[in-house]
């Protein structure tokens, strides 16, 4: 994986499973990290019996370098279907010293099962896998079809999923967070398959919440559009002028922070709105907090859902296939980017019959226990 030592959704989740399937397997991570930043305290991974290795990929030569930009960028601009030129270009976009190198580096583990993490490392991981003889070959996927392969994709784009998934059916699985991806893969390519294993919950929760603060809490990364903290900034306003009681905590970090403290200070709601970063301790805001919020335009698997609810928090959430499939009729949804609508469901979640709505998340939270979880990923082992 790129990395495992620093704070994201991704690193926890493997945290959580590499610590698990190390009571039955020998488990190594190999991380693009820096050796010197290695944290052992940093999602309790000292807890477990784990081996790291740290890997960099050598320098490519200029005219090398050269070459295999001229086919990449003839194929992302023509899209050829054809498959070799999928393989042709799994070769141009990973030149031959960086393929060698990574191969070299999983060979030497004797490793029985590789899992790349994240769609990128999974394909290269697939270009490889004829150098792996005998070891089964695993992505994860962790981002939907959506925010991978849309126009607007900050990660991948349209102009590769073609090639992507060409690469994925070489794997021997890939794993997707949910069945709605799953069904999106399959009707674009009815020869892929996918396996859907949804995320663990990956923190052990702290005191319930008591659904007497009246207070909203939000949490994730202050990136670039990802969680929807502007479109959550804009509802809490139009929310603010019927409410004069209830405040919004957002807990994170990231570029988009300038942005957010911006809006607060043009709306006069810095008495109501609080930014706070990442903290070990989140447990402690889930369990201050009355209603969750997720205002994300997209999610791969919106993990918070499940730590909200594994603290009894009544959830209010854009409607993405994810979070649907997740939460069912449990969540009070409004339509994906829709500020108007959003601040109707805050308004709705404060009348709620809370107790009842709490209940009801503990019981939804429970399908996500890392005991339930891990019997999948045995399988796919």
Known sequence: MDSIFSIGGVQSVTAVIAKELSNDCDVTIVTFDDSSKQDLSLYDLH????????????????LHTLFCKAYSAF?????????WASNLYAYSSFPSPLRKSLANELSQGDYDTII?????????????????????????????????????SLYIGADRQ??????????????VLCQHDAAVYKAYDKLFTPTVIYNPLTLRPGTASKGDSKSFLAVGRFSHLHKGFDLLIDAFRLFAETDKDWTL??????????LYREKID?????????????TSRIQDYYSQAQVYVLSSRWEGFGLVLVEAMAHGLPVVSSDLPTSLEI????????????????????????RLDWKEKSQEAFTVARRFAVSRIMEQWKRVI
């Open 47 to 62: 807890e477990a019996s784990l081996h790291f290795r740290f890997f960099n990929y050598p320098t490519v030569g200029r």
């Open 75 to 83: 194929y992302r601009k023509c899209q050829p279907k054809a498959l």
């Open 116 to 152: 790349g993490v994240h769609a990128p490392l999974a394909v290269r991981l697939a270009t490889i896998k004829p150098h792996l003889k005998g070891t089964k070959c695993v992505g994860w996927i962790h981002n939907s079809f959506e925010a991978l392969f849309s126009p607007t």
């Open 162 to 175: 073609r090639h992507y998934v060409y690469q994925f059916r070489k794997l021997d699985a890939t794993i």
């Open 249 to 258: 905590d957002i807990v994170g970090e990231g570029p988009e922070e300038k």
């Open 266 to 278: 043009q709306y006069h709601l810095n008495g109501r709105i609080k930014l706070h970063p990442f």
């Open 327 to 350: 939460m069912g009729s449990f969540g009070l949804y409004f339509r994906n980017g829709n500020v108007e609508e959003l601040a109707q469901r805050l308004t709705e979640a404060t």
